[in-house]
């Protein structure tokens, strides 16, 4: 269902493997997450979008503008989505 939940995350940095686990226990599951990482995309570890992949969710990294754009996007389609954004 449709929620609103406060992801303690202030930076690009602060994204890990715990503070995504936010996302993992979401039900019924997602399938993509869509991340704003503020003005500019920023770039993750590597570890941490293959441990999201493991758990069976695709993310999709942008700044934050078109973040909100493309979880709209894919809300629109019925996708099980969510989004973690950062204000630019």
Do not use: Y
Request: hydrophobic share 40%; charged share 20%; proline share 6%.
């Amino acid at each position: 269902p449709r929620s609103i939940l406060q992801w303690n995350v202030g930076s690009h940095q602060d994204i890990s493997h715990e503070s995504l686990s936010l996302f993992r226990l979401l039900e019924p599951q997602i399938e993509i997450l869509v991340l704003g990482t503020g003005d500019r995309v920023e770039r993750l570890h590597p570890a941490t979008l293959k441990q999201m992949r493991e758990c069976g969710i695709a993310v999709e990294v942008q700044d934050t503008a078109n973040a909100c754009a493309t979880f709209n996007f894919l809300m629109n389609e019925r996708r099980m989505v969510a989004a973690g954004l950062i204000p630019p």
